[in-house]
């Protein structure tokens, strides 16, 4: 961990990027650039600040030094090339929004400060969507990851949109359906943005995902989950070796326990018992298969 990381400093200014301060965000990288010139996360954070701010000339200089000193920089080469597509008029539209949340969170209203925790998934409650039909790339470069976005019924379909009303793509067929006949009936979903990625050649596509959150349940939903809960594949298993030693173990065991089962007590003949019970079904297996073994070699005599 670099010193610049263990300054107070740092911690102030990505607090202050995660609440949209971008004034304050801005003074403090500058005042961290001075005293650890040339760290590649600082710039990277002041390049950020400063496109929040709509200052984009800076922000690229910022860009730039970064891969003055590593030209292959993921963090600057993206942002460079989001900035490459990104018109000033879009960039200060947006800005104009996400400056009247922060004055409605200042006033008192939270939510609009990014919370890590909107990006955490729930079995059942919670599904990561692709958009299709998407906006211009001029409007989906201007979004950031946990930007609220809004999802609109339309029929069959559920159109997404930004907060400042722009429209962004529809969710995929399947799950627009679903959706749009669930909100209908009084299920309520909340949707941020989860990733876009611009298309880097003409043969490509952009993508964009939201992950969008069930808030409310229908009454004719209750009863199981909206979303699938995905099973990770996980299938408890055990060897034949681990199995072998644990039929070795249960038999000394075992053998220890029947030197002398009249002289234990009833309580502790029933412990016995139950610390057999569950090797029984091994050892009978075991007992089968050693007499059709003996079966089989009398009748090759």
Do not use: C
Not at 8 to 18: D, R
Not at 172 to 180: D, L, T
Not at 201 to 210: E, F, G, H, P, R
Not at 283 to 294: F, G, R, V, Y
């Amino acid at each position: 961990m670099t010193s610049a990381a263990l300054d107070p400093l740092t911690s102030q200014a990505i607090n202050a990027a995660l609440n949209n301060d971008w004034p304050t965000a801005i003074a403090l990288n500058e005042e961290l650039l001075n005293k650890y010139p040339n760290d590649l996360e600082i710039l990277n954070r002041l390049g950020r600040s400063y496109l929040g701010m709509g200052q984009l000339n800076k922000a690229k200089t910022a860009y730039r030094q970064v891969l003055e000193i590593d030209p292959y920089n993921p963090i600057a080469l993206k942002n460079l090339k989001r900035l490459s597509e990104l018109k000033a008029r879009d960039l200060k539209r947006n800005l104009n929004t996400k400056l009247i949340n922060k004055n409605s969170s200042l006033n008192g209203n939270s939510k609009n400060f990014l919370d890590p925790n909107i990006f955490l998934e729930e079995p059942g409650k919670t599904k990561v969507l692709a958009l299709s039909d998407l906006a211009m790339t001029e409007i989906l470069v201007t979004l950031h990851n946990g930007e609220s976005v809004t999802l609109n019924p339309f029929r069959d379909e559920i159109i997404v949109t930004s907060e400042n009303g722009a429209r962004l793509g529809k969710i995929v067929e399947e799950w627009g359906v679903k959706i749009a006949k669930a909100i209908r009936i009084g299920s309520k979903f909340s949707a941020i943005i989860k990733s876009f990625h611009p298309k880097k050649s003409k043969s490509d596509v952009a993508q964009l995902t939201i992950l969008v959150r069930e808030i409310k349940r229908a009454k004719e939903l209750e009863g199981k989950p909206f979303f699938p809960i995905v099973n990770n594949g996980f299938t408890p298993f055990v060897s034949e070796e681990t199995i072998s030693l644990l039929n070795i173990e249960h038999g000394e065991h075992g053998e220890e326990h029947e030197k002398h089962p009249e002289e234990e007590s009833h309580l502790d003949r029933e412990k016995y018992e139950q610390s057999t019970t569950s090797s029984n079904s091994l050892e009978s297996l075991a007992e089968q298969e050693e007499k059709t073994l003996e079966e089989m070699e009398k009748e090759e005599l």
